[in-house]
């Protein structure tokens, strides 16, 4: 690694390490394997990623597999790594990689519930109802543009994350319009078992709706904040009361997703920001 030019560099076993060098963002390149101390590495890039963990979610990270089984590469993918190797590895291998995403690094897809490196072998004409893209830093570009001064790299990944932020906010209100249908149309045709077939569905827009109300916080959309906040509250009456839930309140579900979805707009189905 040093003599690819690569300098300041951790190794660690820890998990607890790991996480902190992520808090702290101080990674530009992480090179992990799957499982660390019996912990999921994965769940820390996906936090990463979903910019839960540290306030730079675009590290290149390149995870390695000890085995080939596929719903646990799936599950690896899923967490928002750039690349797989499956172990044992030889060194040339590594440098491939990394002079490959030195070079080209895949845009990130925006879902409600994924945010990484596009998966998709083929690159398809967008239509309405595709996921938005953004192409993101590539510390590693960067870096050998322009040393060991960051203040470049800052800049563009501060830049690039707001954009992400708000791509984010946009997919989740498409998400609360959907699951807000979904649960006043269930419950409307009484459907038999409903409730315990609702479960899910209440219990993501539960979730939807705490990490919109997370993310409002810290951009322009915060003035819509109150909206998701009563969203939240109908949301967790849904899951509690059941059967003892008001048609009212239903409709006023749905009312409020639908004036959310206008007040954000229709998600942007292209690159949403071009990092030079």
């Given at each position: ?262 007040s954000l707009g229709s998600p942007r189905p292209f690159v949403a920001a071009k990092i030079g």
């Amino acid at each position: 690694m040093f003599a690819m030019g690569f300098r300041a560099i951790s190794e660690t076993g820890s998990y607890i390490k790991l996480h902190d060098l992520i808090e702290q963002d101080s990674v530009d390149l992480l090179i992990a394997a799957t499982e660390l101390e019996g912990n999921d590495v994965g769940y820390l890039i996906k936090e990463m990623r979903d910019q839960r963990l540290g306030g730079n979610p675009f590290p290149v990270v390149i995870s390695l597999l000890s085995r080939p089984e596929p719903d646990y590469v799936k599950r690896i993918i899923n967490a928002g790594c750039d690349d797989l190797l499956l172990m044992p590895i030889a060194p040339d291998q590594l440098i491939l990689r990394i002079e490959k995403l030195f070079h080209t690094r895949k845009p990130f897809v925006v879902t409600h519930d994924y945010t990484g490196p596009d998966r998709r072998a083929k690159q398809r004409q967008f239509d309405a109802h595709s996921a938005p893209m953004l192409e993101v830093p590539n510390p590693l570009r960067v870096r050998s543009e322009t040393g060991i001064d960051g203040t470049r790299l800052h800049r563009m990944i501060d830049e690039a994350a707001a954009t992400l932020n708000r791509m984010k906010i946009e997919r989740y209100a498409v998400q609360i319009d959907w699951l807000s249908n979904h649960i006043h149309g269930t419950i409307r045709d009484s459907k038999e078992d409903m409730w315990h077939a609702l479960l899910p569905h209440t219990a993501r827009l539960v979730q939807v709706c705490e990490d919109m109300i997370r993310r409002m916080k810290r951009s322009p959309s915060d003035v819509l904040s109150g909206p998701v906040t009563e969203l939240l509250d109908i949301a967790h009456r849904l899951e509690s009361a059941q059967n003892a839930i008001r048609f009212s309140e239903l409709e006023r579900l749905n009312a409020l997703s639908k004036n959310l979805l206008r007040s954000l707009g229709s998600p942007r189905p292209f690159v949403a920001a071009k990092i030079g």
